[in-house]
């Protein structure tokens, strides 16, 4: 940013003034190069958005106690109630259900009697209570095959393609490198469960599908305490010293030769998580009936095989996000004419369930719905292979906005005038990978703002100190400005594609 620079007593009294108007403007509202003025009927919130504010709610809604946000567990629970209270805070008022902020979606949940699971083998029994967590269940109350013992090594993501764990009960060890791909690695070779070995006492976690939808599973997965996996598998014949990842880095790979059983007993429970919705009244009275959405998905991946992912981007970023436009649109003396419905979303992460939701059980008439925009990870430089973070410091992808060729993208193009990002265009491709999908399934017109992927997406390192503030605050206020221009537009003509 730049400075304004001391009295010089060769300039006029009058130049002296306009150049401090003109550069105290650029220090409150320039976010990147090109970027102009807001309009002053929208400064006051448009300024109210700032990084010490999102920093401060993305380290609760990222936070320890959140656990990942996992639709379904109790960190996602904390987060909906976090942002509630946010909301009755600002004076958002509550959408949902018996006049409260949340729209409870109707689910079932899979959970383990942990007292009645347990592991079998010749002569011994490993208890589940305090030994073992279950995250996938078996329909069929057990699941039987040779134990085989994987640690994969830090720089080691592949198995042999050789190698058969069909059928198999697979034990591994894996760090936080391998979260993600030891799972799906192990899972390419179809074994009958996959066990990972942790430290710490193991906890089960509830499995959720849509109420109504039949599971089925021939599968197991969770964790087992080390110490119960040394005395089982010193049963087996294999030492403890093997089950620490190697110096070498490559994966150990130990079959036992031997079966053991896996014994579980599950209930299912009819349960309910939440979407969080809010509404603004638009300041036009005959015309607040009709409003847009703004959107961003609350949950994420939780947790997972032991590992907690705290999902600091996806989405905490855009959570926090939608979090200050709602306190600006409270703070600033002019709201748009068509009223906000702002909206938390549950369950993205497992098939965008929480927005299919709303769009089947609106609050609203969806009739009266003008346009739904959406924010999903923000927080972050696209980073890849091909591109450095720092080629990314000023960009974001803008999708959809161009679908049913309206003028929502072009608002949105007018809007960016107060902040300058530079728009990519190259991820129509995920399109159908976040919330607005179901609402332009429904002929909505849409947007969806992402700040690209990075090595950290869906690993228990998308942490909040690698978060890039300044583009949180700038997508925010983006959509800020954004809202007053497509609100008091009014309806968009769609064309379906």
């Known amino acids: ?134 995250e996938r269940y078996t329909d069929r109350g057990q699941v039987v095959g040779e134990a085989v013992l994987l640690v994969f090594g830090r720089d080691s993501k592949n198995l042999p393609a050789e190698l058969s764990l069909r059928d198999k009960l697979v034990f591994y060890v894996a760090d936080e490198s391998g979260a993600t791909s030891a799972p799906v690695t192990i899972a390419k070779k179809r074994p009958a469960a996959a066990i990972r070995i942790i430290d710490g006492v193991p906890e089960s976690i509830s499995q959720l599908v849509q109420y109504g939808r039949a599971t089925r599973s021939t599968s197991v997965s969770g964790t087992i305490r080390r110490e119960a996996a040394e005395a089982m598998f010193g049963r087996l014949g294999v030492k403890p010293e093997v089950m620490k990842a190697r110096a070498d880095g490559r994966t150990f790979i130990q079959p036992t030769n031997q079966s053991l059983t896996i014994q579980m007993r599950v209930v299912e429970q009819s349960t309910t998580v939440p979407n969080v919705v809010g509404w603004l009244p638009g300041s036009d009275p005959n015309l607040q009936h009709e409003y847009i959405v703004m959107g961003a998905h609350l949950d994420h991946l939780g947790v997972k095989a032991g590992f907690v992912f705290p999902g600091a981007d996806d989405n905490g970023s855009g959570s926090t996000a939608l979090l200050s436009v709602a306190r600006a649109m409270t703070v600033n003396g002019v709201r748009p004419k068509r009223s906000v419905l702002f909206m938390w979303f549950a369950a993205e992460e497992i098939g965008l369930i929480g927005s299919k939701y709303y769009c089947n059980h609106p609050v609203l008439p969806l009739q009266n719905m003008t346009s739904m925009l959406n924010i999903d990870m923000v927080g972050r430089n696209e980073e890849s292979a091909s591109e450095r973070a720092t080629d990314n410091v000023d960009s974001i992808h803008l999708i959809g906005s161009r679908k049913g060729r309206t003028q929502l993208h072009q608002l949105i193009q007018d809007a960016n005038r107060y902040v300058g990002f530079r728009f990519e265009y190259d991820e129509e491709s995920i399109f159908d990978r976040s919330d607005q999908y179901n609402f332009y399934a429904k002929g909505v017109p849409v947007s969806f703002l992402f700040g690209g992927f990075h090595p950290d997406y869906h690993e228990p390192t998308d942490t909040i100190d690698k978060i890039n503030f300044q583009k949180v605050v700038s997508a925010a206020r983006l959509y800020y400005a954004a809202a007053f221009l497509v609100a008091d537009h009014g309806r968009f003509r769609l064309v379906k594609e």
């Open 1 to 134: 940013m730049s400075r304004i620079v001391s009295k010089n007593k060769i300039f006029t009294v009058a130049i002296i003034l306009a150049c401090s108007i003109v550069f105290a403007c650029r220090i409150s509202v320039a976010q990147y190069a090109g970027a102009q003025p807001v309009p002053s009927e929208w400064k006051t919130g448009f300024d109210s958005i700032n990084g010490t504010q999102a920093k401060e709610w993305l380290s609760e809604i990222a936070g320890p106690q959140m656990r990942g946000r996992g639709t379904g567990q109790s960190g996602y629970s904390n987060a909906a109630k976090f942002v509630a209270g946010k909301l009755d805070e600002f004076g958002i008022e509550p959408k949902g259900d018996s006049g409260t902020y949340f729209q409870n979606l109707p689910m079932t949940r899979r959970v383990p009697m942990i007292e009645q699971c347990r592991i079998l083998g010749r002569g011994f029994q490993v208890p589940g209570p305090g030994n073992l967590g279950f």
